[in-house]
């Protein structure tokens, strides 16, 4: 699904829900906003209200969508795999999932620590596994500074 058409649409759109995170949570809105904007395309490719692709894991209880995505293996290089999305009800949801997570999960609790720098940040979540591949953080960061500077 496309939740926007440019990059100030995609902006525009969550910027008021990434700004009560940032109230409530202290994570900076500008890293919430860029993060989404690499995992979608900046609003063109949202699977189900996932604005940061989180996979359903065996504890997530709530409904998924399966999708074949491109992973990569250090062995095999770039592949094809099914795999299982988080879906949501809304954007909202979708980011109080995402910053619940990195808050709550021991294996995110170094990128929290850096939740106001944007490079430590995606440094932090790429160490940690968020995803597979091995030019995450730079590729983040370089959206990051694509809408902030």
């Known amino acids: 699904m496309r939740i926007a ?3 100030y649409e995609f902006y525009q759109k969550l910027y008021p829900i990434a700004r009560e995170m940032e109230q409530r949570y202290g994570i900076s809105a500008k890293i919430l906003i860029a993060h989404a904007a690499h995992e979608t ?7 189900d209200n996932n604005l940061f692709n989180i ?3 065996s504890s997530w209880r709530g409904p998924v969508e399966i999708r074949w995505v491109k992973e990569f293996d250090p062995q095999r290089g770039w592949i094809y795999s099914a795999e299982k999305f988080r879906k949501y009800n809304s954007l909202k949801e979708s980011m109080e999932d995402y910053v619940r997570l990195l808050k709550n999960s021991s294996r995110y609790q170094k990128a929290w620590k850096f939740r106001k720098n944007s490079e430590k940040f995606f440094s932090e979540i790429q160490k940690a596994g968020y995803a597979t591949d091995p030019s995450y953080a730079y590729k983040a960061l370089k959206v990051y500074k694509s809408l902030f500077g």
């Open 41 to 47: 395309g900046y609003g063109k490719y949202v699977i």
């Open 5 to 7: 058409n440019s990059p």
């Open 55 to 57: 996979k359903a894991g």
